[in-house]
């Protein structure tokens, strides 16, 4: 960059780059929906077979392309904003500099250099000379930070100001600062192009049509980069408000432009797509992006890790004859954690995938990934339908050892829910969900006979439901049922003690308690609260509930007796906890989401809003 580059040098360019880029963004936004939805929705609504299931894996990786070019399109909008910002700062200072160069009749050459005329007291009958003079960019303010280099410049600039005082012609000092400013105008905009062009050129994708694991690690650390380099550009965005408040999130989201919401989702996809209160399509395709990287850099870490030795080998010896392989060992030591980690991230992740394939499968709606994380056993928040506009919405919160790696299940659970609830609400829309988004207890004991992880798990839920209401337009816009099995329930006890949970209904479904002991205690209230669950035989958690002490109640001999617990308090399938109790006819404490059976009919009974058509136990 040099002066007669940035002179003639259109900024609107680059800014209208960007919008061509954003445009190339939002059509293969557009694409990426029609072929992992709408077109595979209705190739399944009309045809079956092999040759349908063949298209629709052709569509599936079609998407991805899309998907990619999305993001990676968005990211080259907002370093293309990033530096059409910088440049027209630049420019601005430039042209500022030589519209004071032209009122003063200076004359800048094409070097960028001043030209003064004479002028001054006359000597000896002749005016002080004019001259030439040429800039500098040294003494750049840079803030607090000790820069010999700027050191350096100030004392320059010292130098030429005493210069400029004692120069007989007074338009030397002006030429001067002039000049200075030229320079320090093609400085920023040199820096800004050395910034940003090696950046925008990473940007390039491979020439092939195949979407890799690789291709996606590229994505994730061009983000990184991007998003270091743009902060000066992005710094007038206001960050998300402190607290996580569901309405003050969504009254933020709504109060950036167009071209502002693209640019912080883009560089900041994981932040976007945890906020509660955001639209679920909004935090949908943050956490799509979350997704496909994560699942490339976990499977590109997985097979980086070597072979595993054979644990055996030849000892040498006629006994032993074996002996245990000290590459084994060694290959155990380093890597069998990490593997089994990778492993078991990559099962969520893929069962997640595996969902959105399924759109249009036994008329499946389209599904919504609303939180997605992988520390702490992994988050993972499923929608099917949108949650946003449904007539009936469902929230199921499973319980003990729960993980990303069962989001296969309970995505399955909540699917068939939906079919279920589908077939009674009359053409009402229906939204079930997943709601993976908290560390649960990873064994009975002593883990599950703990209160403190649903008191943990509380506020994250109440939030995720109070952001959901908000976003259906106030509580009386959609019915809401909160679904919690064996510790979830606890959780949804949790939640209730610890503020409003925002619920029309509470299913607490084989549930070891929920720390109240009658269901008037609960947000929902009396009448709304109902209890599934097994014989003592097939599901013994209720009672394991009590010797835990995950229940309640007010008997005053309960704290009379050693573990009074068990005997003094309710749990939901206690007739004196007052929750109207359905029928069932599991056979084990995971066996209330089989498909087809009566227990999670009548589940969709209550969703639906269909109290008489629950059949009471």
Request: proline share 5%; aromatic share 6%; glycine share 10%.
């Amino acid at each position: 960059m040099d002066y007669a580059v940035l002179k003639a040098l259109k900024p609107s360019e680059f800014t209208e780059a960007a919008d061509g880029y954003r445009s190339v963004s939002s059509m293969a936004d557009h694409a990426y929906a029609s072929a992992e939805t709408q077109i595979t929705t209705r190739l399944r609504a009309g045809l079956s077979g092999k040759a349908v299931e063949a298209a629709i894996g052709q569509l599936h990786l079609l998407a991805q392309n899309f998907h990619y070019t999305q993001v990676e399109c968005g990211l080259a909008a907002t370093s293309l904003n990033a530096l059409a910002a910088a440049l027209t700062t630049a420019k601005s200072k430039l042209d500022a500099a030589l519209a004071d160069a032209e009122a003063a009749k200076f004359t800048v050459g094409p070097d960028g250099s001043v030209t003064y005329p004479p002028a001054g007291e006359e000597k000896d009958g002749k005016l002080p000379d004019g001259g030439t003079v040429s800039g500098s960019a040294k003494g750049k303010p840079s803030g607090n930070v000790i820069d010999p280099a700027k050191d350096a410049g100030d004392l320059s600039s010292a130098l030429r100001r005493q210069a400029a005082n004692i120069h007989p012609n007074p338009h030397f000092g002006k030429a001067v600062d002039i000049a200075d400013r030229i320079a320090q105008a093609v400085a920023e905009a040199t820096e800004a192009d050395t910034q940003w062009a090696p950046r925008l050129r990473k940007l390039k994708a491979d020439d092939d049509l195949v979407v890799t694991d690789r291709d996606w690690a590229d994505v994730q650390a061009d983000t990184g980069e991007v998003r270091g380099a743009a902060k000066d550009y992005l710094s007038h965005i206001t960050p998300p408000p402190a607290g996580g408040d569901p309405k003050a999130n969504a009254e933020w989201w709504k109060g950036l432009s167009a071209d502002e919401q693209d640019a912080y989702l883009s560089l900041n996809a994981a932040q976007v797509g945890a906020l509660d209160g955001l639209p679920s399509v909004t935090r949908d395709e943050a956490n799509r992006t979350v997704l496909a990287e994560r699942r490339a850099e976990f499977q590109i870490r997985l097979d980086g890790i070597p072979p595993q030795p054979q644990k055996y080998v030849p000892s040498g010896r006629d006994y032993p004859a074996v002996t245990l392989n000290p590459a084994w060992s060694e290959w155990d030591r380093k890597y069998s954690d990490e593997k089994a980690d990778l492993e078991k991230n990559l099962k969520g992740m893929n069962a997640i995938q595996s969902r959105f394939d399924a759109t249009g499968k036994e008329g499946l709606p389209e599904a919504f990934l609303l939180g997605f994380d992988t520390k702490d056993g992994g988050r993972a928040i499923v929608a099917n339908g949108n949650p946003d506009t449904a007539a009936h919405t469902a929230v199921f919160v499973p319980g003990t050892y729960t993980s990303i790696a069962k989001s296969e299940d309970y995505i399955h659970h909540m699917s068939e829910l939906w079919k279920e609830t589908t077939a009674q609400s009359e053409g009402q829309s229906v939204s079930t969900v997943t709601w993976i988004g908290y560390e649960a207890p990873q064994s009975i004991v002593p883990e599950a006979m703990k209160k403190h992880y649903a008191e943990d798990a509380a506020p994250d839920l109440n939030r995720f439901m109070a952001g959901l209401e908000n976003l259906q337009g106030g509580d009386d816009k959609s019915h809401t049922t909160i679904i919690g099995h064996s510790y979830g329930s606890t959780v949804l006890g949790a939640a209730s003690n610890a503020g409003d949970l925002r619920a029309d209904d509470m299913i607490a479904v084989g549930s070891p308690g929920m720390i109240v002991g009658h269901a008037r205690e609960l947000d929902a209230g009396e009448g709304h609260v109902w209890s599934q669950a097994a014989g003592t035989l097939d599901d013994q958690v209720p009672a394991g509930g009590k010797v835990a002490g995950l229940g309640g109640g007010n008997k005053w001999w309960k704290e009379m007796l050693p573990f009074g617990s068990v005997w003094g308090q309710n749990v939901p399938s206690d007739e004196d906890f007052g929750a109207n109790i359905m029928a069932n006819d599991s056979n084990s404490h995971t066996d209330y989401w089989r498909d087809h059976s009566l227990s999670i009919r009548n589940q969709a009974s209550v969703v639906a809003g269909k109290y008489d058509d629950v059949q009471r136990g």
